[in-house]
């Protein structure tokens, strides 16, 4: 089993940039990929940004590319969300997952952090 911690939310102006840590504990050499998802209420659950966790590759949503940026720390089994040119937009719960393969959904989640972008 695998256990996330979120941190780093917080209210930010427009504009401004927010980090955002997943800190991984548990059999965290299970894990394939982590994967950044927000979700604001009323709305699907949108994937941001995704790390694999031996290699690094990543990838990200066309609404964030180029502002966002992930990264991980295989010392501290930490992955970061770097999120600079906040939009009011951004503002959700984001919140990580980690999936144990590519044919495998993700199956353990933290429990969010919220991110406010205020005009």
């Known amino acids: 089993q695998v256990q996330l911690v979120e941190s780093g939310g917080g209210l930010v102006q427009a504009g401004g940039s927010l980090r955002l840590s997943c800190a991984a504990s548990g059999r965290t050499s299970s894990i394939y990929v982590i994967g950044w998802f927000r979700q604001v209420p009323g709305k699907g659950r949108e994937l941001v940004a995704t790390?694999?966790?031996?290699?690094?590759?990543?990838s990200y949503a066309e609404s964030v590319k180029g502002r966002f940026t992930i990264s991980g720390d295989s010392v501290k089994n930490t992955v970061y969300l770097q999120m600079n040119s906040l939009k009011p937009e951004d503002t959700a719960v984001y919140l990580c997952?980690?999936?144990?393969?590519?044919?495998?959904?993700?199956?353990?989640w933290g429990q969010g952090t919220q991110v406010t972008v205020s005009s």
């Open positions: 790390i694999t966790w031996s290699g690094g590759s990543t």
């Open positions: 997952a980690a999936r144990p393969s590519r044919y495998v959904t993700y199956d353990s």
